[in-house]
């Protein structure tokens, strides 16, 4: 099995290397994104203590991931990425929207480098391989921290000319990748909004901002990120050993259904990650109740062969 030991500073698969100027906001916004609902969170617990935990935040934040997410595993992952199956257009569009509310990046950008993932997958030009840096056990953390949420710093854009072309002739994909920025910040207004319509105080609007906002979005990230890090680890690879993808049970719930990555990594367009018995995928059935209403077609479920590939 070939570890990734070094890669050169832009590959040619890479978009031009952006400004500094641009290089520095970029950055910062990623450390805001990154670092800031953890300290949001650090402040916040020990003011709220007690009396700022509602059960209505609550279920606006469970709500909340589950759109969210589901927009990330069904849109933008299974969808967009690898077309797994044919959406009618409206369909297209709320996919995209609620995927782009989850703020893990416009869809165009997030397409693009989930699609060079699985071209490089633990290969050089990865852009997020835990085994970058080797097999020793401090070249495996590193790279581990550098899968999970260190590759967000790098400076090495993805082409989408190159890896989404599809996307950038698609007028709706195109306003929708623009309007990032507003689906980004409706993400968090929505909760405050409701939060206050709800209680009726701007404290109940902030208490449902910090849970359904902040906090929804900071947990979501880390089961995104952790689809990259912990799934490239630890698990089983009962499917492929053409790179290191895992199918890791524990993360299933969480992550709709992406955590079967063994899997998804052999068949990328299966509409189904979970695709053993007992192998929880909610992204497949919700694909599956689309697909009985008529809003998508031409669904790639997993075929018998692909099925008998697997070593139990
Ligand atoms: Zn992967
Ligand atoms: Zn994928």
């Known amino acids: ?29 990623t450390a805001l994104l990154v670092i800031g609902p953890v300290i949001a969170l650090g402040v916040a617990i020990p003011l709220l203590w007690g009396h700022a935990v509602s059960l209505p935040d609550l279920i606006l934040a469970v709500v909340l991931f589950f759109v969210t997410g589901h927009g990330i595993a069904i849109g933008f992952h299974r969808l967009f990425t690898h077309s797994s199956f044919t959406p009618n257009r409206p369909l297209k569009i709320v996919l995209a929207s609620i995927g782009s509310m989850a703020i893990e990046g416009s869809i165009i950008g997030w397409v693009a480098n989930h699609r060079r993932h699985h071209m490089f997958s633990d290969q050089v030009g990865d852009p997020h391989s835990p085994h970058r840096y080797g097999t020793g056990a401090i070249a495996q953390t590193r790279g581990f921290f550098y899968a999970h949420v260190g590759w967000l710093f790098s400076v090495d854009t993805t082409s989408a000319d190159r890896y989404a072309p599809d996307l950038l002739g ?6 929708v990748s623009r309007l990032f920025p507003l689906f980004a910040i409706a993400s968090l207004a929505v909760p405050f909004g409701i ?6 105080t701007l404290a109940g609007a902030l208490t449902a901002l910090i849970w359904a906002g902040v906090v929804r979005m900071m947990v979501l990230h880390h089961v995104t990120w952790s689809v990259n890090s912990i799934c490239h680890v630890f698990g089983r690879q009962p499917f492929t050993q053409k790179d290191r993808s895992r199918n890791f049970a524990p993360l299933a719930v969480l992550s709709f259904g992406e955590s079967w990555h063994n899997f998804h990594h052999a068949h990328p367009s299966s509409a189904r990650h979970g695709a053993l018995p007992r192998q929880i995928d909610t992204s497949a059935e919700l694909i599956r109740i689309f697909e009985r209403l008529g809003w998508a077609t031409r669904v790639r479920w997993p075929t018998a062969a692909q099925l008998d590939g697997a070593r139990r």
Request: hydrophobic share 45%; proline share 12%.
């Open 1 to 29: 099995m070939t570890t990734v030991v070094a890669r050169p500073s832009r590959p040619p698969e890479t978009a031009v290397r952006p400004s500094r100027g641009s290089i520095f906001a970029s950055r910062l916004i």
């Open 170 to 175: 698609d007028p709706d994909l195109v306003v």
């Open 195 to 200: 939060g206050w319509l709800w209680a009726g």
